[in-house]
């Protein structure tokens, strides 16, 4: 099984193990994929097919990262993106649809990561070893529409991700909030990087706990009544976990 980097902690990436379930309706991409991760020791597929419901049921192994292509029968599953998304799973869409702002468009649903097609075995293992284990990896497809997107306001916290900023800015830790919501400490970390990335993207960075509520507030995503008094938070230099 995978590693679970709630109920425990592993010391070395090299030693973990990580399940992958490939979500694909074409056969051939399948074991293509398939034959790309069985080269890896450190990753394991337990689940395949062409039919998200099918392969996540409850009588399937569970995956700590999951392979969705983004155009199943013939249509754009994005709100499967979403769906999974919010409920914490780390999904990595990969594509042949390569437009910017169909990559961004997956990254704001709550996709952990973006692969082109033809980007290869090479990016296919770094990406998903770098999700499983919650890392950064870019693959060349997500570099370009990030660095080429020019969106300006506000960015689009999903309805998760501004509840959980709401009640970790109200002074909980990250494990309180993981109670309140009734998910993973793991999770409540997800929503809050996704909201952090999503600032970094809109050229408005916010390293620090202080600095994302100041954008919080600003936007208008939290009212600073909820919150109390939040001039007592530490200064926007110095870090916040």
Same mark, same amino acid.
């Given at each position: ?74 249509? =754009?599953? &994005? ?6 998304? %919010?409920?914490?799973? #780390?999904?990595?869409?990969? *594509? !042949? $649809? @390569? ?65 959980? =900023?709401? &009640? ?6 990250? %494990?309180?909030?993981? #109670?309140?919501?009734?998910? *993973? !400490? $793991? @999770? ?54």
């Amino acid at each position: 099984m995978g590693a679970d980097p709630v109920a425990g902690h592993v010391s070395d990436d090299r030693e973990q193990r990580f399940t992958v379930a490939i979500i694909d309706d074409h056969p051939v991409v399948v074991e293509g994929v398939r034959s790309w991760l069985d080269q890896e020791p450190r990753l394991t597929v337990v689940a395949t097919g062409e039919d998200p419901d099918v392969v996540l049921g409850d009588d399937q192994p569970a995956a700590d990262v999951i392979m969705l292509d983004l155009r199943l029968h013939g249509h =754009l599953v &994005l709100d499967k993106v979403a769906e999974l998304g %919010a409920a914490g799973r #780390r999904v990595v869409v990969y *594509s !042949e $649809h @390569t437009e910017a702002d169909i990559i961004l468009a997956v990254l704001d649903a709550g996709a952990v990561a973006f692969l082109a097609k033809h980007e290869g075995r090479e990016h296919c293992v770094a990406t998903v070893l770098a999700a499983a284990s919650d890392r950064g990896y870019v693959p060349p497809a997500l570099a370009g529409a990030i660095v080429g997107d020019r969106r300006s306001g506000r960015p689009v916290l999903s309805e998760k991700e501004r509840e959980a =900023l709401l &009640l970790w800015f109200q002074s909980m830790s990250k %494990a309180s909030v993981a #109670r309140r919501m009734n998910i *993973s !400490e $793991h @999770t409540v970390k997800q929503y809050v990087d996704r909201a952090r990335i999503k600032y970094a993207r809109a050229g408005r960075p916010a390293a620090t706990k202080a600095a994302l509520l100041a954008r919080a507030i600003e936007d208008g995503l939290v009212r600073a009544e909820e919150i109390g008094d939040y001039r007592s938070y530490a200064s926007p230099d110095q870090p916040t976990p």
